[in-house]
């Protein structure tokens, strides 16, 4: 039998990149909100939190849709934690920024999979 690598999940570091996504999504609020008083500092770092995860993510791991819809999960969960009924529509729009993000950190990582998986 030929030795057969693994082309599954994630491993190492880059296993963190949800995790740390979700944390962001649930505590950066609560700890930025007292510290400015502009709405505009969040939705930044709502944005911010999308794209640098995706890119870390496209360029680690491989394109997937995985993350960007974590992204939009972790979103609505600081949503129901700090955010008014309003602001639903910004789960959509960190969705697709961090898909892109994926996308292109892809493109900038060099390879479209990270696959060790050979045929």
């Known amino acids: 039998m030929t030795e057969q690598q693994d082309n599954g999940g994630r491993h190492g570091w880059v296993k963190a990149i949800p995790y740390?996504?979700?944390?962001?999504?649930?505590?950066g609020p609560l700890l930025l909100i007292p510290l400015v008083g502009n709405p505009w500092v969040m939705v930044g770092f709502i944005?911010?939190?999308?794209?640098?995860?995706?890119?870390?993510?496209?360029?680690?791991?491989?394109?997937?849709?995985?993350?960007?819809l974590?992204?939009?999960?972790?979103?609505?969960?600081?949503?129901a934690l700090y955010f008014?009924?309003?602001?639903?529509?910004?789960?959509?729009?960190?969705?697709?920024?961090?898909a892109a993000a994926v996308w292109v950190g892809s493109l900038v990582g060099g390879s479209s999979s990270r696959s060790k998986a050979e045929a």
């Not at 740390?20 to 649930?26: F, H, K, V």
């Not at 944005?47 to 960007?68: E, K, M, Q, W, Y």
């Not at 974590?70 to 949503?79: C, D, E, N, P, Q």
């Not at 009924?85 to 969705?95: K, L, P, Q, R, W």
């Open 47 to 68: 944005f911010a939190v999308a794209i640098i995860a995706g890119l870390i993510d496209g360029i680690a791991f491989r394109p997937t849709l995985s993350l960007p």
């Open 20 to 27: 740390a996504m979700l944390a962001a999504y649930a505590l």
């Open 84 to 98: 008014n009924d309003g602001t639903f529509i910004y789960s959509i729009a960190v969705t697709l920024a961090c």
């Open 70 to 79: 974590l992204t939009g999960v972790g979103f609505w969960i600081s949503k």
